[in-house]
């Protein structure tokens, strides 16, 4: 009784219709309806202002896409390219859309992260949906119900004027039997406009469902199992892949035996260059000839490993980057009473999703289709159609359901050999990395090394900073402190491109480079607190001028009930704040800390962010709590162990992850400061944790951690 | 070497002409099509692939055809009973005991099997149980919640 899932059920709509259309065909293809297309150009300008991303561009900018269509049902069909893993745009989303059409959630259908359906996007990352694509989005909502009351005028017989819409319908104000349905508007109709610049959005005191607590409204597909992943996936014919991997990065193959792989029972075996792969029509078939593929690699000796990454990262000289100078560093540097000259250090860390690195590819002479866990479908398409030798358009790539990215599924190398193998083999073919497979070709947010140099007058106030991080990136590096003397420069490449002398891959990893920065300041912070014998809170509100900071700090203390007394015995409290993706965050960490074993266990963590607009609370506050469960790992924890191109983490039995009982109470404040514009959600909460942890185990024991994570072992170095 | 192997799935009986030692979670995702219960790790590490064995929560990715001859499997699949929710499925939900959704199948499993175990677990052994359960969106809480949640609901019906 195999059950035969429908593959399209996330995005089910009737409309089938490929990219290659322009806007006359694409009508042509299509029912009625009202239609509201989005010029390419404008989704390149909102989510890459500043032109840094001009390789991933769209080849055609000046085309359209429909964004959004309304049947003659009245079912609404939003086009979007950005992929749902676990951050709820497919529900928030929708919110944005219902609130400026008036149309109930549940009439809305979103239809995701498919090159063949949905307008040209960036990728999903940077917190960036809601910020970035959400105002167009509304845009388009309000265009289309602009398009409906002109349409219910004349249907009606009254002024637009007079005309309200409500719940899916045009209604004369004040006199309820005279209305019309959407969908009756959009009968017979093939009505299309494009998203111009000037549109009225609601006014946020008019908004009903922005701001209103939903449900995921992919929940029930996902606690039934029916939720589809790229590797749920089946096709005719379709064989599953194993791949030969070197034992290390940088190897080189010098043998190769795979005649006992061949002579197995349904074994194809596929070698091209350097993609050597056994096919077989079972995922364990296809592992079990691997297991017999012989092949020698020769690694490159190398002494680099995670404890002396460090000196090489400061070694590597590489080019800095000034991101911002005040004053004269001499003279705050004179005007200190305690100066601190700081090293903060902090390892390489895993993406881990649970969800490993997955496609299925079926491809043909014309063109493919590849169904791929990843956060750029976009890139992801242009990438695959490179490998193909085919036409961007061509190549549809399909992201269902992602089973989580936090930056490392951007790039997404499975899609590639998948599409390789299926071309190759002739069949469609399904790639799932295998958990040691995903710890090694994981893109690992970068080690880094933070160098701060700060001074304090006798009256706690900051009179010197400056700031130098390297190979962590720029994010979060930025100075929020009222300093009058300050220097930040950031030095080699950060995650972006890769560089420097990391041995593997590194990227971005849930908010890049700000929980780096954001630890090394908030601990410096605190570090000079201590020396003017200032209660931590009390040394942050006397040295910020900045309003929002103000607001969340003294938020997150009144909800934790921060006194000047700290807790007594080796229970301590520590405080970070940041800001990232225009979110600002405090954050309250309670921990118990274990001086015979180092342990340290995090109790309570109470957060407060503005995050300005919140489309919704609900879903804000589980990215909040994931963010600081998530964060408890690179705090404590997490660390990737190697020697040379050796990757020592191979599963999650030395990796560790968060897990249940390491979880604290956890406590989210909204703190609404009348931001008008939404920020990110899905990271700034987990750019503090590591900062609060490393303070409120100060606070607790006197041990000052300079390196992340916190692991026990160092908790007793630096006890000692 | 392939046998006969039957077994029972969500209630309906199987009998398989393939070799005993291949994993279960294969088997399910492969040759039933039954694509609910997720890989993770494959090693026993994670949780992502846990399943009902005659009750009992077992880990599919480590577990051979062999060990699951003349037995029950029960899946993510076969929870709902005639089309409504179990009360854990409804509780995740409500609760947000979910992200990504990628964990979620082995999570409930392994609750469910707890709450087979212990109808009304305390915080403690909800923990205690729920510790090898691996969710990288860090959902932890709210699982917490919604499994006590379940607790009382399936308490309540008794
Ligand atoms: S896949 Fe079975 S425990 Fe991880
Ligand atoms: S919900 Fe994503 S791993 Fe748990």
């Known amino acids: ?720 | 070497m392939k046998r006969l192997l039957r077994f029972t799935v969500n209630g309906h009986s199987h009998a398989l002409d393939t070799s005993a030692d291949r994993p279960l979670l294969a088997v399910l995702r492969t040759d039933l099509g039954m694509t609910g219960t997720k890989y993770g790790c494959g090693q026993g590490l994670c949780g992502s692939c846990t399943v009902l064995v005659d009750g009992k929560a077992r880990r599919s990715c480590s577990l051979t055809l062999a060990t699951v001859e003349g037995k029950d499997v029960t899946t993510i699949e076969g929870l709902a009973a005639g089309g409504v929710l179990h009360p854990l499925q409804r509780a995740f939900a409500q609760e947000g005991g979910l992200q990504c959704g990628f964990c979620t199948p082995g999570m409930i499993m392994n609750a469910a099997a707890l709450l087979l175990d212990k109808p009304s677990p305390s915080h403690d052994e909800i923990i205690q149980r729920m510790e090898g359960n691996l969710c990288r969106c860090g959902t932890h809480v709210r699982i917490v919640r919604a499994i006590e949640k379940a607790a009382t609901a399936v308490e309540g019906t008794r």
Not at chain 1, 32 to 46: K, M, N, P
Not at chain 1, 135 to 148: D, H, N, Q, S, W
Not at chain 1, 498 to 520: D, I, K, L, M, Q
């Open chain 1, 1 to 720: 009784m195999s059950h035969e899932p429908d593959y399209l059920a996330l995005t089910f709509s009737d409309i089938e219709v490929l990219p290659m259309l322009d806007r006359r065909e694409f009508l042509k293809k299509v029912g009625s309806g009202i239609f509201v297309f989005v010029a390419l150009g404008d989704l390149v300008l909102a989510q890459d202002p500043d032109g840094r991303r001009q390789q991933f561009r769209p080849q055609a900018p000046d085309d359209f896409n429909a964004f959004l269509r309304i049947a003659e049902d009245g079912g609404v069909t939003c086009f979007l390219g950005k992929t749902e893993m676990g951050q709820g745009v497919y529900t928030s989303m929708a919110q944005l859309l219902a609130e400026e059409l008036d149309v109930q959630l549940d009439a809305i259908e979103m239809v995701m992260s498919d090159t063949g359906r949905c307008p040209w996007d960036l990728g999903t990352f940077g917190s960036m949906s809601i910020r970035y694509v959400g105002p167009t989005l509304r845009k388009a909502g309000a265009e289309a119900r602009a398009v409906l009351l002109e349409l219910g005028a004349k249907e009606l017989g009254a002024d637009a004027s007079k005309l309200e819409t409500v719940d899916g319908e045009v209604r004369v104000r004040d006199q309820p039997s005279r209305k019309v349905s959407y969908g009756a508007l959009a009968k017979g109709e093939q009505i299309q406009r494009v998203v111009a610049g000037e549109v009225t959005l609601k006014e946020a005191r008019d908004h009903k469902v922005i701001g209103r607590s939903e449900i995921a409204r992919d929940a029930v597909a996902k606690v039934t199992g029916q939720a589809i992943y790229a590797g749920d996936i089946r096709r005719p014919g379709m064989l599953y892949a194993r791949i030969l991997r070197p034992p290390a990065h940088g190897a080189r193959r010098t043998s190769l035996d795979t005649r006992a792989a061949a002579e197995m029972d349904g074994v194809r075996v596929i070698e091209d260059g350097d993609l050597v792969a056994v096919l077989h029509a079972t995922p364990d078939g296809a592992a079990a000839a691997l297991g017999r593929v012989r092949a020698d690699f020769e690694v490159p000796e190398s002494d680099l490993d995670d404890q002396n990454i460090f000196e090489a990262l400061l070694a590597d000289n590489a080019r800095g980057r000034g991101l911002a100078k005040a004053g004269d560093l001499k003279v705050g540097e004179e005007a200190a009473a305690h100066f601190f000259d700081s090293t903060f250090l902090d390892g390489y860390v895993a993406h881990a999703p649970m969800e490993t690195h997955t496609a299925v590819a079926e491809v043909g002479a014309e063109s493919a289709t590849i169904w791929a866990s990843t956060q750029t479908p976009f890139m992801v398409r242009d990438a695959v159609a490179r490998v193909l030798k085919m036409e961007a358009p061509k190549v549809r790539i399909i992201a269902p359901f992602v089973g989580g990215g936090f930056g490392g599924k951007g790039r997404s190398p499975q899609a590639d050999e998948a599409a390789r193998l299926a071309q190759l083999a002739g069949v469609p073919v399904h790639v799932e990395w295998t958990r040691e497979e995903e710890f090694f070709y994981d893109t690992f947010r970068p080690a880094a090394v933070v160098k701060l140099r700060s001074g304090v007058d006798a009256r706690g106030r900051m009179t010197a900073w400056e700031f130098d991080v390297y190979h962590a990136g720029t994010r979060g590096a930025g100075q929020f402190y009222d300093v009058p003397h300050h220097a930040t420069t950031s030095y080699g490449s950060g995650w972006r491109g890769g560089g420097g002398p990391h041995p593997f891959g590194v990227g971005a990893w849930r908010a890049p480079a700000n929980n780096t920065n954001t630890f090394a300041r908030e601990s410096q912070i605190e570090m000079m607190a201590a020396a003017v014998k200032t209660d931590p809170l009390e040394f942050r509100l006397r040295n910020l001028k900045d309003k929002r900071m103000i607001a969340v700090l003294t938020a997150a203390a009144e909800r934790y009930g921060w006194t000047a007394q700290s807790p007594a015995g080796s229970r301590g409290r520590g405080i970070a704040c940041g800001i990232d993706a225009g979110t600002y965050v405090a954050m309250i960490a309670e921990v118990d800390v274990d001086k015979n074993s180092g342990q340290v266990q995090v109790r309570r963590v109470v957060c407060a962010q503005d995050m300005g607009l919140v489309v919704n609370p609900r879903g804000a506050r589980m990215q909040a709590e994931g963010c600081i469960t998530m964060g408890l790992g690179y705090a404590l924890s997490e660390d990737v162990r190697f020697n040379g191109g050796r990757i020592h983490e191979r599963n999650f039995d030395t990796y560790i992850l968060p897990r249940f009982s390491s979880v604290p109470e956890i406590e989210i404040d909204l703190v609404d400061t009348g931001v008008p514009e939404a920020n990110g959600g899905g990271e700034p909460a987990i750019v503090t944790v590591g900062g609060a942890i490393g303070n409120a185990i100060y606070d607790a024991v006197g041990a000052r951690l300079m390196q992340m994570p916190m692991t026990p072992a160092r908790v007793l170095d630096a006890l000692a």
